[in-house]
């Protein structure tokens, strides 16, 4: 099986301003793969390239073997910042993806709402929901529409830490067992750590490159609650820590 | 709860006072009345008014020709809004020209729309398209190049169509800038038409304004503009209600 997403040499410029250089990844069908970095390191454009919402200025993004144009049809984005739209209900929401396919059904988009344990809040406008229930919504309304890859750029950073974590339980838990790929963008090296099969760093802006790729050989299922306490955990950490410190402190300098 | 009542306490004890004053003003002669008249004969003529009906006639006109000004400019507003905002191109060409109509004061149109549509409703309704026109378009321009990057970007991966996304997220965005100044245009329609009767016509309140000054008939004009007052609140009122609605997801 080729790879999910593979990007081949791969460079992106926004003006006179480079973002990414010589970027070669694959990522493998089925992997939950994480890409750490310092701010402004060019995380999300990677993100953005593999979903077809930017073209890369150089090199070829291909999609399970064949090159992306146009938008990634195979791939579900789940943004930073709240992207749900403000004037449909939680429901509506959910079944957008649906709608927009034409295969709405409100009995699947009530399942997904149950789901992701909105069931009490279905009629409910994004306005009245807390920040971690408006993640479940767009949680539930990436995965709603089954696709093969999930795009995920910090999803969870504005949670706080408690909410966080409960959030990226129910994350493993949708994807455990699912044949789906995912491409996790995060700036917390635990948050990688514990979710992931494979951390990729890249380094500190402007012209980002791949610095490493680290296998992630924590045993699943796995308890996040406890994950940062076993040894191999940290471990790992203090050496991807090692690189990322060095970068975080360059793009510090910069 | 107390406060509400305390507010509404002082509110009309300001009210009161103001009224009196200007009543035992000029009954005691301190104002001329020929200037100035007296709030009591002011509720008395609208008393008058309302008892012989005379008033709805007048009032009924003022307020189809808003409506009728609000809906027009309105629908034209939304679709200017939308086409120069969805095509940066024609946004630009027609940028200056926006900028010059709206920069001319409307009581100069008043007189060449009464040439061209008459002493009816229709040069009243012109008027006031012309003022909703302009501040609809620019709420709805604003709306649909204001929507939220994400917002869109998040629609077009789920799937959106050209027309799908302009469905489901940029007309509701638009619609948001233009509900929430539903009430200054409405207000702005009602006071163009008013101005519009103002300057010729043959029923209205603001024709029924004009009448009273022609003849120097102090207490017709005052009671004229608390009758238009009371009407603009009562829609406003209308108007927030819908407009609630409307925005309900806003919260």
Not at chain 1, 62 to 88: C, E, H, I, T
Not at chain 1, 166 to 171: H, Q
Not at chain 2, 189 to 214: N, T
Request: glycine content about 10%; hydrophobic content about 50%; charged content about 20%.
């Amino acid at each position: 099986m080729p790879p999910a997403i593979s990007f081949e040499k791969i460079s992106r410029s926004f003006g006179g301003y480079t973002a990414v250089d010589g970027i070669d990844l694959e990522i493998g069908a089925g992997k939950f793969v994480s890409v750490v970095g310092p701010s402004g390191c060019g995380k999300s454009t990677l993100l953005n390239l593999a979903a077809g919402l930017i073209v890369p200025s150089k090199g070829a993004v291909s999609v399970f073997g064949s090159v992306l144009s146009g938008l990634n049809r195979r791939a579900a984005y789940m943004f930073q910042q709240d992207a749900l739209l403000p004037w449909k209900t939680v429901l509506e929401n959910v079944g957008l993806g649906l709608r927009f396919r034409g295969t709405f059904s409100e009995e699947r988009a009530r399942q997904w709402v149950e789901r992701v344990g909105l069931a009490a809040f279905a009629g409910k406008f994004p306005s009245q929901l807390s920040g971690g229930m408006r993640k479940r919504v767009a949680m539930a309304q990436c995965w709603i529409v089954d696709p093969d890859i999930l795009l995920m750029d910090e999803p969870f950073s504005a949670l706080d830490i408690h909410t966080r974590m409960r959030m990226e339980g129910e994350l493993l838990d949708l994807w455990t067992g699912s044949p789906k790929t995912v491409l996790f963008v995060t700036h917390d090296l635990e948050e990688a750590l514990s979710l992931s099969d494979e951390v990729v760093v890249l380094s500190a802006g402007p012209a980002s490159r791949i610095i490493a790729r680290h296998v992630i050989d924590l045993p699943r299922p796995r308890d996040l609650m406890d994950i940062r306490t076993e040894p191999r955990f940290g471990e790992l950490y203090r050496e991807i820590w090692a690189q990322l410190k060095q970068e975080v402190l360059t793009s510090y300098a910069r | 709860m107390r406060g509400k009542v305390a507010l509404l306490l002082g509110q009309l004890s300001i009210a009161v006072a103001f009224l009196s004053t200007w009543q035992v003003l000029v009954t005691t002669g301190k104002l001329d009345k020929f200037f100035f008249s007296r709030p009591s004969d002011i509720a008395g003529r609208i008393g008058t008014w309302l008892r012989t009906g005379s008033i709805w006639p007048h009032l009924f006109v003022t307020l189809e020709e808003a409506a009728l000004a609000f809906a027009l400019g309105a629908g034209a507003g939304i679709l200017c809004g939308f086409a120069l905002a969805r095509s940066p191109r024609m946004g630009a060409l027609a940028d200056p020209f926006i900028k010059i109509l709206n920069a001319l004061p409307r009581v100069v149109l008043a007189p060449i729309f009464l040439l061209w549509f008459g002493l009816g409703i229709w040069s009243k309704v012109a008027l006031g398209v012309t003022v909703v026109f302009f501040i609809v378009f620019f709420n709805t321009h604003q709306g649909v190049r204001d929507v939220d990057k994400s917002v869109v970007d998040n629609a077009r991966m789920l799937g959106a169509s050209e027309w799908q996304l302009t469905r489901h997220v940029l007309i509701p965005s638009a619609l948001t800038w233009v509900f929430s100044s539903l009430h200054i245009s409405i207000g702005f329609a009602m006071i163009a038409v008013v101005v519009g009767e103002y300057l010729g016509a043959s029923r209205g309140v603001g024709y029924l304004i004009s009448q009273a000054e022609g003849v120097f008939d102090t207490t017709g004009v005052f009671a004229g503009m608390a009758v238009l007052s009371a009407s603009v609140l009562l829609v406003g009122l209308g108007v927030n209600r819908l407009e609630r609605w409307l925005l309900r997801w806003k919260s």
